[in-house]
Every structure is written in structure tokens, then in C-alpha cells.
């Protein structure tokens, strides 16, 4: 390299200059939205004196549950079947290993989009025989508008509050140096579980078309979407 042959740039300070000071801050965001998603979980239940015939009260049961939350069309989201098990009940005298029923479950998860329709059938399925209903648990989907507006809201946010001590000094900024999420640099897991809503649990025996209880009246819980991003600027020299 001869003496003409311009080099690389030479990195920038890490804390700036006197002649180019940086800055560093943070800008935060809170949004309070409606949910998108309502999550319900339904465990079905069966007991019977041989194996037999608690398999096939349980597929009975798990039939009904299924075949009516599908019955409300594009309301439901997503529907699936999670744990399923059938265990002997040993008698609790006598010697040897002697079986006095049979107990199974069936666990599903559900997701609908319609709350309008969430009350109904949370009462409707509670009235199913050995059926237990709860939730719901109230959420936002991954890919909401609101994740994007919040993040959006906090970069801005970091550039005012930058302006603000940049102002307060009698300079101004100049370019952005950095932005990054908190603890990028971590590899933290990306993603806010879900906000569980107020729970509501209950088992029914079923009931008859006289006593079936009215459709539950579920408020939705509104969810809060919060983003935090690090900025860093260069200013002008300050007047001090």
C-alpha cells in the first residue's frame, strides 16, 4: 500500500469524541389492544369396570366434543387432540393386583376467533357428561399489527428522548450509530407467551334441554403489548 492508496476507515470510538460525542438510550413502549385468540382446553373423561367399555365411552365422548366444536365453522381456529390415556384402577384390599375400573381421558385444545360465539360454547360443552372446560386464556397472534406498532413507537420514542439530551447540551443529533433489541446480542428467545385471562373451570353433568344453563357472558381481556429497543447517536459538539 503506498503512501497515496487511501486505507480502511478507522473504526469510531466506542464512547465517541469531544468532536462527535455519542449518545445512548432506550425507548420503551406500552399498548394496551384487544386479544385476537381465545384458548380453551377441554378434557374428556370416562370410567368404566373393564377396558372395554371405557374405550368406547370415551371415543363416544370425545366424538360429541369434537364433532360440536367443529360445528361452529370458521369461529374455531385451530382444533387439536393432545394427551389421551386409559389406566386400570387397582383395588385397594386384598391381595394381587386386582383391577376395579378403568379410567381414560381425552385432552383437546381450541382456539377460536369469534368470541361471540366463545360463551356458548364453553356452557354448551361443560354440559357434555365427564367433560371439563378451562380457560380462556386471551392472546395475540405472533405476526399482530400491534407487536409492529409498539416496536415502531419505541424506536421513536429513543430518537426524542436522544433529541432531549442532545438539545439539553445546545447540540444536535447527527447520525444513528446503533439500534438493537435488548439483549440481541443474548440470542434471547423471541416471543411473549400468551396473557392468561381469568380462568374459568367447570364440570357438568348433562343436562337436558329444560335445565341447560344460559350462554356464559366472557369479557374479553385486553392485552398488553410492550417493545424496548437501545439506540445510539452521534451529536454535534455540545456548547457547554
Known sequence: MTADTPGPPLPSPPFGTPEMP?????????????????????????????????????????????????????AVEKLETGAFSISPELTQHGRGERIRAYHGSVHITAELTDF?????LTTRLADLELTRVTGPWWSLRPDSPAHGEARRRAVHEAVQRAREYAGALGAQLAALVELADPGAENAVPYGT????????????AAATPETAAPALDLEPQRQTVHAQVNARFTMTPPRL
Open 22 to 74: 455519542r449518545v445512548a438510550v432506550r425507548g420503551e413502549a406500552h399498548l394496551e389492544v384487544d386479544p385476537e385468540i381465545a384458548t380453551i382446553s377441554v378434557a374428556v373423561s370416562a370410567r368404566g369396570k373393564d377396558r372395554t367399555s371405557a374405550l368406547q365411552d370415551l371415543t363416544r365422548r370425545n366424538t360429541d366434543v369434537l364433532d360440536l366444536i367443529k360445528s361452529y365453522g370458521d
Open 116 to 120: 361471540t360465539a366463545l360463551g356458548e
Open 193 to 204: 407467551p400468551p396473557v392468561p385471562g381469568p380462568m374459568m373451570r367447570t364440570a357438568f
